[in-house]
């Protein structure tokens, strides 16, 4: 296993590692680690210590390659309580990945806690080997650590639940803020919710939004997903994010499924 999922190449230039790759393909990374790195990028333009990032949303444009790439940011939208900024990752002299992101001033006084805590499940002594049907295991889904609560942990296709950790980081030498540690697993949640059985059907997504009302704290963080799937082929994963203190985000993202040849 790589050591980390990313290795630096220069001004907004990365390399990214075989760890990065899919359940898809060897050669397409999942959509977690670059969702991360471009998070990262939003959060290191123009710093605001007093601001914190809240929501980011992504869209996939095209299969991210296992490769070099590299990422521009721009401000959108300036401001001292609110400012959106906007990172556009390019590979191969194309445009692969979008992404907004939502930086909101920390009030001054007190806000009070509404919603967020609870009493999430334990994290399972111990977790299972990656059982998804047909997929490429060797990258990502070995890079992660997974303890499945309920659900078939890719094995079975129903709602699930399972506690996440990354086993390398983002990049050497770095600890990833919680909006890139939430987006780094969130993009699993159709995997944990796999409503369809992988080896007769895709279920790719074409974006991936992240709303964190507070930051989560530590490594493990809970996937809670459920998939709803039209008959027209397209899906809605939607996943509750918690920490080991209770509840603290959600994640949605939008699958375009399909039959698979010969599945």
Request: with cysteine; charged share 20%.
């Amino acid at each position: 296993m790589h050591s980390v999922f990313f290795e630096p190449a220069g001004t907004g230039t990365y390399v990214a590692t075989a760890a990065t790759a899919g359940p898809w393909s060897p050669q397409a990374q999942h959509g977690g680690p670059p969702s991360a790195l471009a998070a990262r990028a939003i959060e290191s333009h123009e710093p605001d210590p007093r601001q914190r990032l809240s929501r980011v949303t992504v869209d996939i444009l095209r299969p991210v390659p296992v490769g070099k790439v590299s990422l521009r940011v721009r401000t959108v939208r300036p401001g001292r309580r609110v400012a959106l900024l906007e990172a556009v990752m390019e590979a191969d002299g194309q445009e692969v990945l979008h992404a907004r992101g939502w930086r909101i001033t920390r009030p001054a006084g007190e806000v009070p806690a509404i919603g967020t805590g609870g009493t999430p499940p334990p994290i399972p002594p111990q977790g299972r080997a990656p059982d998804f049907r047909r997929a490429h295991t060797d990258g990502y889904l070995s890079a992660i650590e997974w303890r499945f609560v309920t659900g078939g942990g890719f094995r079975e296709y129903a709602e699930g639940s399972a506690w996440t950790r990354p086993r390398i980081p983002l990049l050497p030498g770095e600890h990833a803020s919680p909006m890139s540690r939430a987006l780094l697993v969130a993009d699993s949640g159709s995997g944990v919710a796999a409503a369809l059985d992988p080896g007769k059907f895709q279920y790719i997504n074409v974006d991936l939004t992240v709303v964190l009302p507070r930051d989560p704290a530590g490594d493990w963080l809970l996937l809670d997903s459920a998939t709803t799937i039209g008959s027209d082929g397209t899906g809605l994963a939607q996943t509750s994010l918690s920490d080991t203190g209770g509840w603290c985000g959600r994640a949605m993202q939008t699958l375009l499924v399909a039959p698979l040849a010969g599945g």
